[in-house]
């Protein structure tokens, strides 16, 4: 079973970037779908963006055209380019993989905090 590994969150202000990165422990290279979620305080975990082995993309209506999740199997690695964040982004984000049968692996990772202020 691939572990994965979330990295580069942190604060940043109203309309600034960061890029965040999620290592695997294994190859990503079978692996069809990879998705980045998101959880803020008080709310239920959401999907924000997948990339499927082909990749193709698909995005939340919320970050749509700010946020870009790219791969690279190469390196084992995903990652989400976020800008023009907004305070409402303020999350943990995990990243996750579909299993065989298209549903999603359980064993999540610690995930990596995005704080956005105003």
């Known amino acids: 079973q691939v572990q994965l590994v979330e990295s580069g969150g942190g604060l940043v202000q109203a309309g600034g970037s960061l890029r965040l990165s999620c290592a695997a422990s294994?190859?990503?290279?079978?692996?069809?779908?990879m998705g980045w979620y998101r959880q803020a305080p008080g709310k239920q975990r959401e999907l924000v963006a997948t990339?499927?082995?082909?990749?193709?993309?698909a995005y939340a209506g919320s970050v749509r055209g700010r946020f870009t999740i790219s791969r690279d199997n190469a390196k084992n690695t995903v990652y989400l380019q976020m800008t023009s964040l907004k305070p409402e982004d303020t999350a943990v984000y995990y990243c996750?993989?579909?299993?065989?049968?298209?549903?999603?692996?359980?064993?999540w990772g610690r995930g990596t905090q995005v704080t956005v202020s105003s």
């Open positions: 996750n993989y579909q299993k065989p049968g298209s549903t999603w692996n359980d064993d």
């Open positions: 294994g190859s990503i290279f079978s692996i069809n779908v």
């Open positions: 990339v499927t082995r082909a990749g193709t993309t």
